[in-house]
């Protein structure tokens, strides 16, 4: 059952209770893919009002720790987040080896990956795009839109942009699977050798249309990742839009601390 939150703590009776909820989940004692108490149950087990227990709930989901499902109630999530590490998932090595990151990472991370072709084809680079491929905006470019999942749950959504004198020249870039190593080997194998990646990284609330695709609590926090290829040459060659589940992932950085 747990620890009853302490009616002396100052804060408001409902963030006790989530935050005395929270801790059971981070204990176990509300184990993975368990059911969160309904609101009914919340109310004998704390004394207090529909009212509370129903924000109690509501102050859960942002953190990621639950899932509400609409007509079935709320869930303890099932798997822990995937540790992306920018400084290894980008290795020439796992492109030589025939992995894409996601594959490489999702397999070091003990977990099933998976996708789901949305798109591939031309389409008008948006404004913020088309400013890392230093192209006009509207200009053709191709799109390859996916969906991620991992152990069967969706993760997130990436599209990738590549200029479209780029991609005409590589078939398979409009393949629904590019090859080993996935379109940065195949980038690699037409000679445009990879210098480096910059990536920005903003947090925000899902859409209603991330809500749908990732199969996400209303409310929830997304992650919302922007990345450039740059090649030897100086040129921006793919141009990467992903909003990733923000509980499913943690983003771990490696900055060197010299000039």
């Known amino acids: 059952m747990g620890i009853t939150a302490s009616r002396d703590s100052g804060k408001p009776r409902y963030l006790q209770i989530a935050e005395d909820l929270a801790q059971q989940i981070r204990t176990g004692v509300l184990a993975p893919g368990s059911k969160v108490p309904s609101e009914s149950e919340l109310m004998a087990r704390y004394s207090v009002s529909q009212g509370t ?47 894409a990151a996601y594959i490489a990472e999702s397999e070091q991370a003990g977990k099933t990956p998976g996708v789901t072709v949305l798109y591939i084809g031309p389409s008008d680079a948006p404004e913020d795009i088309a400013e890392r491929l230093n192209i006009a905006a509207g200009t053709k470019v191709l799109a390859r839109r996916r969906l991620y999942f991992s152990n069967g749950t969706p993760t997130e959504e990436a599209t990738s ?72 040459a100086g040129r921006v060659v793919e141009v990467c839009d992903t909003i990733m589940a923000a509980d499913q992932f943690v983003l771990d950085y490696r900055i060197p601390a010299g000039d």
């Open 53 to 99: 227990a129903r924000k109690a709930v509501a102050e859960l989901r942002p953190t990621g720790l639950i899932d509400t499902l609409h007509g079935k109630g709320s869930f303890v999530k099932s798997q822990p987040p995937v540790r992306r590490k920018s400084s290894d998932r980008f290795r020439r090595s796992h492109r030589r080896a025939g992995k």
């Open 161 to 232: 942009y590549l200029p479209w004198d780029i991609a005409e020249d590589i078939p398979e870039l409009l393949a629904e699977n590019p090859g080993p190593g996935g379109i940065y080997a195949r980038l690699e194998d037409h000679g445009h050798t990879l210098k480096e990646f910059t990536e920005t990284v903003r947090a925000r609330l899902a859409t209603k249309q991330e809500v749908g695709a990732l199969t996400l609590s209303p409310g929830s926090p997304v992650i919302h990742l922007t990345r450039s290829a740059e090649s030897e």
